[in-house]
């Protein structure tokens, strides 16, 4: 295995500051697509604070700003927002797994960024024993991107998804299988660098398992 060095850092945010800092990552990530959204993400929701939810948080070694967040819910603590919009195959949810929202990067951040927060939460889910990780998208861009790393679209076939806990917008609701997705990508010449990456690769920014020993609960800060 060998070692790298990144950019930045990517860590659970642990405290209301931290919370906050994400939320502004959110804002500006979505708001610079969606301004009408910019308001709505500024501040920490219910789901934030809540028992089997990580918020994590990407920050510039250089600069110490904040570049990048994600928030990733497992079903160790019941279902998942995305099933109070969609009734998940029998299959999945029998089993544990974990719904990435949230996900946003800082305009003109590192490029490796994006992928970097997925490896994160590939981890995550492994840690937790949620064997799939779900994630909706809007965007053909960023449809595209998700199905390069291994996602695949649940209801291809069918309209996008309106999700309730994203305004009732559309959404195309893909999945990643962590247990046979990185089998995938090691079978995959094409794919083996992101293996590589993921698992050959010791990332000391990526700050995950030294840091959720000690995690506490984010608790709600004070209006």
Request: with cysteine; glycine share 6%; charged share 20%.
């Amino acid at each position: 295995m060998t070692t790298s060095s990144l950019s930045f850092t990517i860590r659970p945010a642990v405290n209301g500051l931290d919370l906050r800092r994400a939320c502004e990552v959110r804002a500006e990530g979505y708001g610079h697509h969606m301004p009408s959204l910019r308001q709505s993400l500024i501040e920490p929701d219910a789901l934030d604070h809540a028992e089997g939810t990580l918020v994590l948080i990407c920050e510039d070694k250089k600069t110490g700003a904040a570049v990048g967040t994600a928030r990733i819910q497992t079903s160790r603590r019941g279902p998942l927002l995305i099933e109070q919009s969609m009734a998940l195959p029998e299959s999945m949810a029998r089993l544990g797994r974990a719904e990435i929202t949230r996900l946003a990067t800082m305009p003109k951040c590192d490029p490796i960024l994006k992928f970097a927060i997925c490896k994160a939460a590939f981890l995550y889910c492994l840690s937790t024993q949620s064997r799939f990780a779900i994630i909706g998208a809007r965007n053909e861009a960023l449809i595209r991107q998700y199905r390069r790393i291994g996602f695949v679209e649940m209801n291809a076939d069918q309209p996008m998804v309106p999700l309730a806990h994203a305004g009732n917008m559309p959404h195309r609701v893909l999945m990643f299988d962590t247990l046979m997705g990185p089998r995938e990508w090691q079978a995959n010449p094409n794919q083996q660098g992101l293996f590589d990456f993921c698992f050959d690769t010791y990332h000391p920014d990526i700050q995950l398992v030294e840091r959720l020993g000690a995690q506490p609960r984010i608790e709600a800060m004070a209006a």
